[in-house]
């Protein structure tokens, strides 16, 4: 919660379900004191980079956001989901096939985000980290370790019983 109160700009990937279970980017009420005094937003925007513009554009994320969210695409996204985009958030087009990360924490830091925080999912991470783009990474670690089929942080054959 700390790290959305500090942060700028939220970052999350279409594929991290943006519009549907994600709700509003905010700092949380008890938090939002401590944004005011550093001159922030009520709340970090919503940065959503995605290549097909495959969102649920009528969930809160976008219905309920204090400020509208900024969708970055491609050239080639489908025309129609650009226009649907457009009634509901700020689209900006960089890349040809794939969003251009690098153009895009340029457009945010030329508009002032200096904390930008990432929440997912595990494509946008590695193509962050890919193009050298990530300062930090903060981990929540719980007692049970798992693994399995599904996208995570770690990716290998299922345990056979989860680590505690």
Do not use: K, N, W
């Amino acid at each position: 919660m700390l790290l959305r109160a500090l942060a700028d700009v939220l970052i999350v990937g279409a594929g991290h379900d943006p519009g549907g279970g994600v709700r509003p980017a905010d700092g949380g009420a008890d938090l939002a004191p401590l944004r005011e005094q550093a001159g922030r937003s009520p709340a970090p925007r919503l940065v959503v980079p995605t290549r097909s513009l495959d969102l649920d554009l009528d969930g809160a994320a976008f219905t309920e956001a204090v400020e509208p969210p900024l969708v970055v695409t491609t050239r080639r996204a489908p025309a129609e989901r650009v226009r649907a985009t457009e009634s509901v958030a700020e689209v900006v087009v960089l890349g040809d096939d794939v969003v251009d990360l690098t153009a895009m924490v340029d457009l945010l830091a030329e508009r002032g985000a200096r904390r930008m925080l990432c929440e997912g999912g595990p494509a946008l991470l590695a193509g962050l980290l890919a193009e050298d783009l990530v300062d930090e990474l903060c981990l929540a670690v719980a007692p049970v370790v798992t693994c399995g089929a599904e996208s995570r942080i770690t990716a290998g054959p299922a345990l056979a019983a989860p680590a505690t």
